[in-house]
Nanobody
Framework: QLQLVESGGGLVQPGGSLRLSCAASGGTLNYYHIGWFRQVPGKEREGVSCITSSSAYTNFTDSVKGRFTVSRDNAKNTVYLQMNSLKPEDTAVYYC???????????????????WGQGTQVTVSS
């Protein structure tokens, strides 16, 4: 059973940066697309970014384009979300999730992602 653990969250000032990590155990990420999602209380979980198993395709929600990047190191079984120019509206619990790579692309919809981490809190505030 694949298990995912996020880390790297914290408190940062507006304009600052954080790098989130999603580390897998219990299996290899080589065959999984990875999605990053975020959620604030009372709202639906939102897709932020995703990366395919080969890293050939990435996708970002409009609000983070140009500020966030996603990458992976399959040798380390880890996926990263680099978040720059952070804004207060980026404040949320961030989750990573994995789905088996049955498609050449990845999706920002949470449907179809089979394995989820517990989340890491990101707070952007002065």
């Amino acid at each position: 059973q694949l298990q995912l653990v996020e880390s790297g969250g914290g408190l940062v000032q507006p304009g600052g940066s954080l790098r989130l990590s999603c580390a897998a155990s219990g299996g290899t990420l080589n065959y999984y697309h990875i999605g990053w999602f975020r959620q604030v209380p009372g709202k639906e979980r939102e897709g932020v970014s995703c990366i395919t198993s080969s890293s050939a395709y990435t996708n970002f929600t409009d609000s983070v384009k140009g500020r966030f990047t996603v990458s992976r190191d399959n040798a380390k079984n880890t996926v990263y979300l680099q978040m720059n120019s952070l804004k207060p509206e980026d404040t949320a619990v961030y989750y990573c999730a994995a789905r088996y790579n049955t498609m050449w692309y990845c999706q920002l919809r949470k449907d179809g992602y089979d394995f989820w981490g517990q989340g890491t809190q990101v707070t952007v505030s002065s």
